[in-house]
């Protein structure tokens, strides 16, 4: 244990994900060799977080406008829609440049004995969106680009549920299988199951 400030510190920093008691330290005591000017740069982007960063009112990804980057942009395919848990993966999906389309961020994945139910994500208000078209351009798929795992695949099963009814609408699952450079014998049944389910004819 440190005395005053710096434990003080330490223990606000251990608290954020990803970040143990010796990271937290490690942090600690950089910032305090770091010059005053540095300290005041973090300072005033972490303001700027807290008071001027919203999520979109459209698809709930982060955004320092009503409406995103993505959802303002005439551009973007408004007829495919990708949903996804976190801003994070919005990021992940740009990065490939595959995806023109708009998305649609849930806040989460279904999990139940953590309490999280469809109350608590924003599935309500993807329902909402797909039923009122505004700009007049018709959703044609919905691409569900949960994480593949136990409460990502209950969220995409749940989904399909919510989303069969509609009309013209196509629901699909982004496919998973095995990395490149991966061998078979490290793979776990749901990843290889997966990869030979979605097996495709070699050109």
Do not use: W
């Given at each position: 244990?440190?005395?005053?400030?710096?434990?003080?510190?330490?223990?606000?920093?251990?608290?954020?994900?990803?970040?143990?008691?010796?990271?937290?330290?490690?942090?600690?005591?950089?910032?305090?060799?770091?010059?005053?000017?540095?300290?005041?740069?973090?300072?005033?982007?972490?303001?700027?977080?807290?008071?001027?960063?919203?999520?979109?009112?459209?698809?709930?990804?982060?955004?320092?406008?009503?409406?995103?980057?993505?959802?303002?942009?005439?551009?973007?395919?408004?007829?495919?829609?990708?949903?996804?848990?976190?801003?994070?993966?919005?990021?992940?999906?740009?990065?490939?440049?595959e995806f023109n389309g708009r998305y649609h961020v849930l806040g989460g994945a279904l999990d139940p004995l953590s309490g999280i139910g469809p109350d608590q994500l924003r599935i309500r208000e993807l329902l909402r969106r797909l039923a009122n078209q505004e700009d007049g351009v018709d959703v044609s798929e919905v691409i569900v680009a949960t994480d593949p795992?136990?409460?990502?695949?209950?969220?995409?099963?749940?989904?399909?549920?919510?989303?069969?009814?509609?009309?013209?609408?196509?629901?699909?699952?982004?496919?998973?299988?095995?990395?490149?450079?991966?061998?078979?014998?490290?793979?776990?049944?749901?990843?290889?199951?997966?990869?030979?389910?979605?097996?495709?004819?070699?050109?």
């Open positions: 244990m440190y005395e005053g400030p710096i434990q003080d510190l330490i223990d606000e920093l251990a608290k954020q994900p990803g970040l143990g008691p010796k990271g937290a330290q490690r942090i600690a005591f950089h910032l305090l060799g770091v010059e005053n000017n540095e300290i005041d740069r973090l300072i005033a982007a972490l303001g700027r977080v807290r008071d001027d960063v919203t999520f979109c009112a459209e698809c709930g990804n982060v955004s320092a406008n009503r409406l995103c980057r993505i959802c303002s942009d005439a551009r973007r395919d408004a007829t495919k829609i990708c949903v996804v848990e976190e801003p994070k993966d919005v990021h992940a999906i740009e990065r490939t440049k795992n136990t409460e990502g695949e209950a969220t995409a099963t749940y989904l399909l549920r919510m989303l069969k009814d509609f009309p013209g609408l196509s629901v699909t699952r982004l496919a998973s299988g095995l990395p490149m450079g991966g061998d078979l014998e490290f793979a776990d049944e749901l990843t290889l199951g997966r990869a030979l389910s979605g097996r495709r004819a070699l050109a």
